[in-house]
């Protein structure tokens, strides 16, 4: 199975998102949303961030866990290649965003990715794994 | 459905708007409490998240509620039309230079940040009064204020509930284009409908203008974001079952929809200076190039619009007059000649309307009517509307043949990513003259001049 694929919407632009465990889900549609952003090979690994979220449920605590990052991106012109979730509630999230800042003589920005909606937004188990769908602003 | 939906419209457009789901996105906004009248659409309607592009709601202040998703994500996103007092024929061979001056001035594209850092304690100022703020601060003319829906400035304004996180996401950006179908495009009037209205507006044909489309930024994606996960969890403290979780929305009176309403002014203000700032960098460009005074050359605002917002207005017949919050996600306030909000110099003729068009084909001036006060709470179209996905356009056309189409004809291009310039490729738009003639037929806006591009920047 493939980490993730890319869905559209005449307006937007989306993600679906695969994995074995739940944690794999969040952080392959955190991986499926940078590869809209930018090229995720000429990303280097450079620094960490920790990133601690509270929302009420699991699908608002995607929708933020996504948020998070582009408010990362957004405001301090990172770009993220690879998270690590430590630790996954119903209702909290615990992990680490591995990235670097933007340097445009190496990094070609594609979207300007501004918030992840909840529109069609879904999380899901199904016999194969976890499924999640998540459709952006840009 | 508490009113009915309705959609202005010809047989095409409700035939794309019902395939693409749209119809149902108005039948939902119908069923929200305290909406009057009806839940519209104006021509340009297409699918979005909740609430569909193209709608425009209106909610009674005792028991209707406001919703950030009514609004959408770029919040006070609009446009501005500049005249000059000069000829497009006479200074043709300038515009490529104009372009590459503008360009080299005003940041365009993903993530690019401007020359101009605000300090917490500006910030604040200039979210809370706006662009009469920025013009003290020497970015332009008082005579602007004039010239901009709500003097510039959206009263009620709060920045006390704008999260430190969107101001920071607001930083670097006042006088940034951004991406996407943001634009600044050097235009010539290339067709004059209503004389004494182009009069008024001091518009005539053969001229140059120059048209800026942009909107609040990172800032208002954040104040729309935040908001929205903060009004899901109040839509079910207040009883209201929500068919999409972007439909979120609270009581127009609660402590949730006050302060939305505070935080969102803040966005509009914002976009709004956006725009000024950008408006002084393109006077600035002018007497760079024409090595003359931008007074003397003109580069006068005609009028700034906003197309993603909500505002309290008053609405209905003499003796029925009600306050109401309006929300219009991708529609243009339209009023008529005599009203109030209409600046003095215009109100003979009503409200300048700019609808931007694609970068291939025209834009549009149109006036105010009382048709749109009678049946859309004074609004109309605001744009082409996509009919075709980002994705699509890049799989079907390419950037850089477009970017050799339009340079073929006459049109100048710059654009930090030539691959992207396919996702704004004519064909991914509706046909914004057939839009734009629905509205005039409808009578939600009558025809004052078109624009058609001669050079343009894409972000």
Redesign the interface.
Known sequence: MPPFE?I??????GIRAFGASETEVFENAAVGMFSL?SDLEKIREDNDFNIEIE??DR??LL??WL?ELI?L???Q?LLLKSFRIASLKETALRGIAYGEH?DPSRH?????I??????M?KIKKDPDGWIAEI?F?? | MLVPGRVFADRSFIERADEEKALDQVRNVACLPGIEMASLAMPDIHWGYGFAIGGVAAFRMEDGVISPGGVGYDIACGVRLIRTNLLAAEVMGTVPSLINELYGRIPAGVGRHGDIRLNQKEMSQLLMKGAPWVIEQGFGRREDIEAMEDGGVLEGADPAMVSSRAIERGFGQPGTLGAGNHFIEVQLVDEIYDEKAAEAYGVFKGQLCIMAHSGSRGLGHQVCSEYIKIMGGAASRAGIELPDRQLACAPIQSREGREYYAAMACAVNFARTNRQVMTHLIRESFEYVFRMSAEKLGLDLVYDVSHNLAKFEEHGGEGEKKRLCVHRKGATRSFPAGHPEVPARYRSVGQPVIVPGDMGTASYLLKGTEKAMAESFGSTCHGAGRVMGRRAARKVINGHELKARLEARGITVRTGKTSALAEEAPEAYKDIDKVVAVCHEVGLSLKVARLRPMGVIKG
Do not use: F, K
């Open positions: 890319i559209e919407h005449t307006a937007d632009i952003i929302a009420e699908e608002t929708v933020e948020n408010y991106y957004d405001s012109e933007i070609d920005l594609n979207a300007d501004r918030a992840a909606t909840y529109h937004l459709i602003d840009v």
